[in-house]
């Protein structure tokens, strides 16, 4: 059964920090791009960032370039996201998401499985 568990959501003031994380189980994880995905309220999935297999590769959106940092370790089957300075408009529901693919990574009709996602808050 596979199953994506992710964690570390929460509220934080505008600046501050979180650090998500991302469990697989249930498939060969190293086979697997991962990514997070987002969605705000009202609006449509959005793509953050992916990593290769083994993590040599990292894609990010231009919304959290030089912010964000999406890292795996796949003794663990983990993918991790942080998140640095925090902003109002990343307040979204965050997903993992894994995709045999190596093209479309931005594209979440790549992805095979999804999280139930963990929500991130921003307020001051």
């Known amino acids: 059964q596979v199953q994506l568990e992710e964690s570390g959501g929460g509220l934080v003031q505008p600046g501050g920090s979180l650090r998500l994380s991302c469990a697989a189980s249930g498939f060969t994880f190293s086979n697997y791009y991962m990514a997070w995905f987002r969605q705000a309220p009202g609006k449509d999935r959005e793509f953050v960032a992916a990593?290769?297999?083994?993590?040599?590769?990292?894609y990010y959106s231009d919304s959290v370039k030089g912010r964000f940092t999406i890292a795996r370790d796949n003794s663990e089957t983990t993918v991790y996201l942080q998140m640095n300075n925090l902003m109002p408009n990343d307040v979204a529901v965050y997903y993992c998401?894994?995709?045999?693919?190596?093209?479309?990574?931005?594209?979440?009709?790549?992805?095979?499985?999804w999280g139930q996602g963990t929500q991130v808050a921003v307020s001051s």
């Open positions: 990593i290769s297999k083994r993590g040599s590769l990292t």
């Open positions: 998401a894994a995709s045999s693919l190596s093209d479309g990574l931005r594209d979440s009709n790549k992805y095979t499985y």
